[in-house]
């Protein structure tokens, strides 16, 4: 039986029954039981749940993967896998894997990542095109993207079409931002990768792209960066820019102040985290696949978080390996980490990986069987399709796989080895090397019952340095490989491991524990029996605070007989963590030079690269970023990340320079000027379809209108149009009037008369009243807060509330903390706004609209 053929779950679970199940299987950690309910719970296009806890789902992929290891010799039974995945305990496949395998209501891809492009060589208008075409086909079946830039010819150069000159790479950053925000997954937005390189004419400006408030949120970016560059910068030269980048003939060439620019890159990075450096010199050296580069593996940029370096329509597939789990006598003396069982389950987990990508085979071929029967004529249909025909043939082709870790932090706290210590990275670096070994060793003998990836050719490898290290460190693994091939192009990577560690209860992927304990509150009404009452916010909202230990902190607790369920200070609490083996080991408190000689270290075992971010007070200089960032490309990181504490939340302003930010200090006309622009904002409640004009001034909101699009009453504005003019003008007896004028395609000016009188009374006058509010200056986030507190009666003017509520939140500074509202995951008053919607802190949930 296939994929195709799979019969529907024979029964249906409510929400409160699998909630309630799914609370007893996690030891009621509600935040787990709620992440999977909420992502990886089987359920149909209308909501419908099908499994009541991780059981259900653990069997359905067992039994899967049972179903591929049939067609093989020495197949690994479903007892077997089941063993392995329940509980989350050894081998976890991670996201896509965990969410569609043996789904049968969804037709999405199993891969979590994938890298695009047109080889470097297209920078036609069709290319770009093409590439955003892409983008959003990949996205909407599930699939994070990255895509490079560097192809794209610098800004002034001449072009053979009517513009004369080319516009550059940042409008088209913000296109491919713009067409990610516009893709739903399953309740979260799409995720993309732009990157360039340094040798790029543009660079500078790409650095500087997200700077401008409101562009480019869609996507990460991050700068590939050569040797090269890199030495130019230890002795002070200067660096030559080229277009086409690294070409002995360019077209273009420029020379800068190297210096000038790494300045720049550490200061934006120091500033709002961004951009994250690629040193790309290292990341191909290594790269193993790049040993096939002339065969279509050239590899051109990263997937969103930087650990999976790809060419061109290759994807891969994740799983993790909790080491937690393999830490026997956990927080005591008697502590020890368990190799033979840990290179056992490498074993199978290598083999799943193989199953999976029989699996996503099966997937893809779904997709192509949809787009065959899509109703679309076939011109409109070939891109998508040309596209999974590509990604097709480089999974069966290559067969790649993501072996990765999670529990890092919490293996080393286990043994009583702090982390980021000289024991912790020399342990670290043993368990990594390993887990490559086994690994390979794994796919080698998967090559000898199934046969090597199709393209396998030991001469082409013999000098890659990550093949050479395995030679030097296991020989006879060598010497097989030369004789039985490898089963998989390239097979480790080290992901972040978000929701999957909320699943594992543990911290997540190579980074250390955040915190071992923390309060969090949650909303109480005071009126009732045996509530305490802790905190009372601006607004007179209620609000109990709670302890919550990180589960590993508690059972270190637990087992050295300390009471988990006093009700400590924070005095005593700093006390407990002093005693604990987390002391010094947090994300927040460890010697950062050692964790970037860490990552370094274990880099020299991962194939793919490592996503992981230095984590740093907000008192940090941009010295010591730029310190860091060099320190990773001398010890052989393939990309570093740096995160400075609130540097999040300021990405446009520092927190000495509020007082300049426009949003805080608006300078608005006391009157109104005759036109204004407007944003047009459409949302949806219920069935009911509803339109918002948003005057804007010097940036700000300056007033809103909103109201039903298409009833008796409502107005009707062409999909097409996105801004137009406000225009305040005087009927002949004096009243006042808002027009909208717009232009239609042949540039014609149309008017819509009389606002005033299309919109429902009751709408308007609202609306004239939040237009008071914002015209004095008053914060964005507040003047939500303000019409969320309105105690309104009848439906349809809450429901114009909500409608107002949505339009102004995509203008809210990005970090900005939502007062009196709660997660609906974890109740963690911790959220924040970003781009436009509200996302937890704690939990990383977010919710739109």
Known sequence: MNSKTLLSPKKKVTREEALQTALTYFKNDELAATVWLNKYALKDSEGNIYESSPNDMHRRIASEIARVEDKYINPLSESEIFEVIKNFKYIVPQGSPMAGIGNPFQIASLSNCFVIGNNGESDSYGGILKIDQEQVQLMKRRGGVGHDLSHIRPKGSPVKNSALTSTGIVPFMERYSNSTREVAQDGRRGALMLSVSINHPDAEDFIDAKLEQGKVTGANVSVRIDDAFMKAIKEGKEYTQK?????????????????????????????????????????????????????????????????????????????????????????????????PLFKKHIVIAQRMMDDIIDLELEKIDRILEKIDVDPELDDVKSNEKNLWLNIRQKAYEGRRTGIGITAEGDMLAALDIRYGSEEGNKFSAEVHKTLAIATYRASVNLAKERGAFSIFDADREKENPFILRLKEADNKLYYDMLEHGRRNIALLTIAPTGTTSLMTQTSSGIEPVF?????????????????????????????????????????????????????????????????????????????????????????????????????????????????????????????????????????????????????????????????????????????????????????????????????????LIPRSVEKGLIIKSRNEDGTSRYDFQYKNKRDYKTTIEGLSHKFNPEFWNYAKLISGTLRHGMPINKVIELIQSLQLDSESINTWKNGVQRALKRYVENGTKAKGQTCDNCNSSELIYQEGCLTCKDCGSSKCG
């Open 243 to 339: 277009y086409p980048v690294f070409s002995e003939n360019p077209l273009y060439k420029t020379t800068i102040n190297a210096n000038a620019i790494w300045k720049k890159i550490v200061h934006n990075a120091w500033k709002s985290a961004e951009p994250g450096i690629l040193f790309w010199d290292t990341i191909i050296n290594e790269s193993v696949p790049d040993c096939y580069a002339d065969l279509g593996y050239k590899t051109v940029s990263t997937n969103p978080c930087g650990e999976i370096p790809l060419c061109p329509y290759d994807s891969c597939r994740l799983l993790a390996i909790n080491l937690f789990s393999y830490v026997e006598n956990p927080f005591t003396k008697e502590a020890e980490f368990n190799f």
């Open 515 to 715: 915190m071992p304990v923390y309060k969090r509150r949650k909303k109480v009404n005071p009126n009732d029996k045996n509530v305490r009452v802790d905190f009372i916010d601006e607004v007179g909202d209620s609000w109990e605070e709670f302890v919550v230990f990180h589960h590993r902190f508690k059972q270190w607790m637990e087992i050295n007989g300390i009471d988990t369920k006093n009700n400590y200070s924070q005095e005593e609490l700093n006390d407990l963590v002093k005693k604990s083996p987390y002391f010094k080991a947090t994300s927040n408190d460890i010697d950062w030079l050692s964790k970037v000689t860490m990552q370094g270290a274990i880099q020299k075992w991962v194939d793919h690269s490592i996503s992981v971010t230095v984590n740093l007070p907000n008192d940090t200089t941009e010295e010591l970023v730029g310190e860091l960032y060099l320190k990773a490309w001398e010890v052989g990181c393939k990309g570093v990340t740096v995160y400075r504490d609130g540097s999040r939340s300021g990405v446009l302003i520092a927190t000495d320079d509020i007082k300049k930010d426009k949003k805080n200090n608006t300078n608005f006309p006391k009157k109104r000027p005759l036109e204004l622009e407007a944003d047009v904002v459409r949302f949806q409640n219920q069935k009911e379809k509803w339109i918002a004009f948003v005057g804007i001034f010097d940036d700000n909101p300056y007033e809103i209108f909103t109201g039903l699009v298409d009833d008796e009453d409502g107005i």
